[in-house]
T-cell receptor, first 116, second 111 residues
Framework: AQSVTQLGSHVSVSEGALVLLRCNYS??????LFWYVQYPNQGLQLLLK??????LVKGINGFEAEFKKSETSFHLTKPSAHMSDAAEYFC??????????????FGKGTLLTVNP | NAGVTQTPKFQVLKTGQSMTLQCAQD?????MYWYRQDPGMGLRLIYY???????DKGEVPNGYNVSRLNKREFSLRLESAAPSQTSVYFC??????????FGPGTRLLVL
């Protein structure tokens, strides 16, 4: 079984400051890892994903995440926060469920607020 | 190309009423999913369909039924709504390994 733990349900940063959202996972098989972003009253949008290969993954809007197998972590970072980054962020791990179908297990989310 | 669409956007039900949430995707994806989102709980999988003609239970299937009508459409039915089913419901679809694309959601309030 897979699980995801997001450390901190709410993170607050100043505009221009570093954004760091933490995610740890457990998986019995090599994981696929994802970060999704949800803006108010909208669905989830893929930010970035790790499947295989390079462990530093770059996504949209200047975000990136690094897969660290030894630490079972996939933390999301952005060097300089912008007001438009205010949203809820979800980390997810995939579990193979047969054929070409994979199920996602989500963390409980981290709400990011950006202060002017 | 609309991606994943859901109807209705918002619904109010009384306890015991039934309703069907509709979902359609135009990306020719094989797999489709229904999730519910509750505050502080993240997204929890209700049912999924790996391909047309197949459906399987997810983490929280009780009180729900699904139908994979064709490759495009995947509906979620509440036969007898309960206040505990007040939530935001998201449909998603996927083709390549694991990347799921989400609809805008349906907000359901059960009184």
């Amino acid at each position: 079984a897979q699980s995801v733990t997001q450390l901190g349900s709410h993170v607050s940063v100043s505009e221009g400051a570093l954004v760091l959202l933490r995610c740890n996972y457990s998986s019995s098989v090599p994981p696929y890892l994802f970060w999704y972003v949800q803006y108010p009253n909208q669905g989830l949008q893929l930010l970035l994903k790790y499947t295989t290969g390079a462990t530093l993954v770059k996504g949209i809007n200047g975000f990136e995440a690094e897969f660290k197998k030894s630490e079972t972590s996939f933390h999301l970072t952005k060097p300089s926060a912008h007001m438009s980054d205010a949203a809820e962020y979800f980390c997810a791990v995939s579990a193979y469920s047969g054929g070409s179908n994979y199920k996602l297990t989500f963390g409980k989310g981290t709400l990011l607020t950006v202060n002017p | 190309n609309a991606g994943v669409t859901q109807t209705p956007k918002f619904q109010v039900l009384k306890t015991g009423q039934s309703m069907t949430l509709q979902c359609a995707q135009d990306m020719n994806h094989n797999s489709m999913y229904w999730y519910r989102q509750d505050p502080g709980m993240g997204l929890r999988l209700i049912y999924y369909s790996a391909s047309e003609g197949t459906t399987d239970k997810g983490e929280v299937p009780n009180g729900y039924n699904v139908s994979r009508l064709n490759k495009r459409e995947f509906s979620l039915r509440l036969e007898s709504a309960a206040p505990s089913q007040t939530s935001v419901y998201f449909c998603a679809s996927s083709e390549e390994i694991s990347t799921q694309y989400f609809g805008p959601g349906t907000r359901l309030l059960v009184l």
